[in-house]
């Protein structure tokens, strides 16, 4: 059961940004874990369906330091597939 912990609207794009107050933080975005970008890709996927004519990006916020990493499409990709059945 996610909840999304910040979800902010415009006119052109939807952006889903997940606290996490682990005191691990990685150094840059490719060092996310695994569990965290699928959590983040079944996010997108759940917004590319409430708001299809929107640009969906997905964020987060490491509290501890605190560090923004955006999520590139290219970087959720995998993970989305894989919960849509299709590799």
Do not use: W
Request: glycine letters at 4%; charged letters at 20%.
């Amino acid at each position: 059961h996610g909840a999304i912990d910040r979800l902010i609207v415009t006119q052109d794009v939807v952006t889903a940004v997940d606290y996490k107050s682990n005191r691990m933080v990685p150094a840059t975005p490719a060092e996310v874990p695994e569990g965290i970008l699928r959590q983040m890709a079944a996010y997108v996927c759940a917004l590319e369906r409430i708001y299809p004519n929107r640009t969906i990006k997905a964020a987060v916020l490491y509290t501890h330091t605190p560090s923004l990493f955006e999520l590139s499409d290219d970087t959720l990709a995998p993970h989305k597939r894989s919960l849509l059945g299709v590799e």
